[in-house]
């Protein structure tokens, strides 16, 4: 697994005004928010499906994750479009901050930390700490069996006859 401190840039973004952060280098585009359809028997962190560039994929509720339901997609909210566990998916946020370079005076990584959760570490910035998620490791059993059973799997460059 990708430690933190192997990782160069993140992509720090707001949910309910908290931070959190992922690496740069899994997030494929960032899009403003567009109308999701919703998915029958989804988990419930899994609010839809967008159609990005012909594809169909499917919108994952980061704030459902830590805890926040309820919340409703707003025009300004921002879809991260990324590449984890072989899945593309566009994950719901409130807004994006910016893109944050990592060295060695804002890296806290902890064993402590990242022993059975799904974080790289945190990360220190000006004025606080920003988790920093391992995309590989977000998706849980019951999300991955909905996106295989769905065909949700990123399109192949092969031609399909």
């Known amino acids: ?3 933190l401190n192997t990782i160069d840039q993140v992509v720090i973004f707001l949910l309910n005004k908290q931070r ?3 690496p740069l280098n899994m997030v494929e585009q960032i899009i403003r928010a567009v109308e999701v359809t919703s998915v029958p028997n989804a ?3 899994i609010c839809g499906v967008i159609n ?3 594809s169909v994929i499917p919108v994952y509720d980061f704030h459902q994750r830590i805890g926040i339901s309820g919340v409703i997609t707003k025009p300004d909210n921002r879809f991260v479009i990324t590449s ?3 899945f593309k998916v ?3 946020v409130d807004d994006i ?3 944050e370079q990592l060295s060695s ?3 806290v990584v902890s064993e402590s930390i990242q022993n059975g959760l799904d974080i790289y570490g945190v990360i220190k910035t000006v004025d606080r700490l920003v988790i920093v998620y391992n995309l590989e490791a977000f998706l849980n059993s019951d999300e991955i069996n909905f996106l295989i059973q769905n065909d949700f799997d990123p399109p192949s460059n092969d031609v399909k006859i």
């Open 52 to 54: 990005y560039h012909g």
């Open 90 to 92: 566009a994950l719901r």
């Open 43 to 45: 988990p419930q962190t």
């Open 105 to 107: 005076d804002n890296l």
């Open 97 to 99: 901050e910016g893109i």
């Open 20 to 22: 959190f952060a992922i």
């Open 84 to 86: 984890m566990s072989n």
């Open 1 to 3: 697994m990708k430690q």
